[in-house]
């Protein structure tokens, strides 16, 4: 194949034996996988940046700068473990990160993972509290004595320091003076066999599963150190920073708030995810809204919005807010012409932005408060049903367009 390749004319590739055109086809299949493996990473990187801990973990990483690293701590009875003193958020409280979770957010392209140190681990358990034991190489004994020995230079005399007592040669009594003795460097002696010894054998206990093994059967495994892929920072940005302020008033108007919000479609029966759900009592009757965000470096394009309105119309949601940051592209603009969705453009951490979403969110309440009002003094219940259908909505696009 290689060489039938390498032989056909360059201009006239567009006729193809047969065989090639089989291996586009696998070329094909290929870009079409690794596109899922593409879209599948970033729509659980969109997952990961409203997960609670994640947001609380990227914020105190946003925080405390570009150069800050996640590293390694070891605790006695409990390993190596991964540590953040908490943000504003979390009342300055330590939680500790799985390893699990931070190697997610380097698959998912969030964090950076880099060598901090490699340790030695049980083979058995993968543990790293085991406790290292001398042996003797000629009897095995593990009852040893580490010692040094003391050359008496003028008599030749050779043995362990501790024999000199008083600094007194044991053979011929001199004391030991400064250049006449010289130490033999480090020996081990075995008190069983009475072997003396350079270098002794080495026993690891693994002191979680008990396991005896040597150095050489030990497992080496990396201890890494993470931080911030400071090429998605902008994107990190915007999704983690995105519904605090928003989370402040609602909590202000009495709002219950989850975030993510995760309700079921009354239809299909379907989970859906929504960025924020809010609840709140009003005269009797829960009002409930329901808050996408999306995040693009441009513009918002529809795919979105039309998910989001394709949401809402499976659950009862009297208002219906979708946050554009920075803006919605003129056809995502389009689409929101005769929906009743409160569409907020530009950043939420822009004050003028947050009070814009204020005033709208107590006018439909108002609104709301009004109807509920003027329902009880006709006694004339709305028997509109509590969700539109998906399609009406989208023919109501139509009418207008
Ligand atoms: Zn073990
Ligand atoms: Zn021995
Ligand atoms: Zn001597």
């Avoid at 567009?14 to 291996?23: F, I, N, S």
Wanted: charge should be neutral; include cysteine; glycine fraction near 4%.
């Amino acid at each position: 194949m290689k060489n039938q390749d390498q032989k056909t004319d360059p201009k006239k590739t567009t006729e193809q034996p047969k065989e090639k055109t089989v291996a586009d086809k696998n070329k094909e299949t290929i870009k079409v996988t690794n596109t899922n493996v593409q879209d599948k990473i970033v729509f659980e990187r969109k997952e990961a940046y409203i997960e609670p801990q994640t947001r609380d973990l990227l914020k105190k990483l946003l925080q405390d700068g570009d150069e800050v690293e996640i590293i390694p701590t070891y605790t006695i009875g409990v390993g190596f473990e991964y540590r953040t003193t908490g943000s504003i958020i979390n009342n300055n409280e330590t939680t500790t990160l799985s390893k699990n979770s931070l190697e997610k957010l380097v698959q998912l392209d969030i964090l950076k993972k880099s060598f901090y140190d490699s340790v030695s681990i049980c083979p058995s358990c993968q543990s790293t509290f085991m406790t290292l034991h001398n042996r003797c190489p000629k009897c095995e004994s593990r009852n040893i004595d580490k010692t040094s020995l003391t050359e008496h230079i003028p008599c030749g005399y050779i043995d362990q320091r501790d024999q000199y007592i008083q600094d007194c040669c044991p053979k011929c009594g001199e004391l030991l003076v400064e250049g006449k003795y010289r130490n033999m460097g480090r020996w081990y002696i075995c008190q069983a066999c009475g072997e003396k010894f350079e270098k002794p054998e080495f026993d690891l206990v693994c002191r979680s599963c008990n396991k005896i093994f040597t150095i050489k059967e030990a497992q080496v495994t990396e201890i890494p150190k993470f931080t911030l892929n400071l090429a998605r920072k902008g994107e990190i940005r915007q999704n983690v920073t995105s519904l605090e302020n928003i989370k402040t008033i609602l909590t202000k108007l009495d709002f219950n708030i989850e975030i993510p919000g995760l309700t079921i479609g009354q239809k299909t029966g379907m989970t859906h995810h929504f960025s924020l759900i809010a609840k709140k009592q009003i005269n009797g009757q829960e009002i409930v809204i329901a808050l996408d965000h999306s995040v693009s470096e441009t513009e918002i394009q529809p795919s979105p919005l039309i998910y989001y309105i394709y949401k809402t119309s499976e659950i009862k949601v009297d208002i219906p807010i979708f946050v554009a940051m920075p803006k919605l592209s003129e056809t995502a603009k389009k689409i929101t012409q005769g929906q009743n969705i409160l569409i907020i453009e530009g950043s939420t951490e822009a004050p003028e932005v947050i009070d814009k979403i204020k005033t709208e969110i107590e006018d439909r309440i108002n609104q709301i408060n009004q109807k509920t009002f003027n329902e009880t003094k006709n006694q004339q219940p709305d028997n509109k049903p509590e969700t539109t259908s998906f399609f009406s909505k989208l023919r109501g696009i139509k009418k207008r367009t």
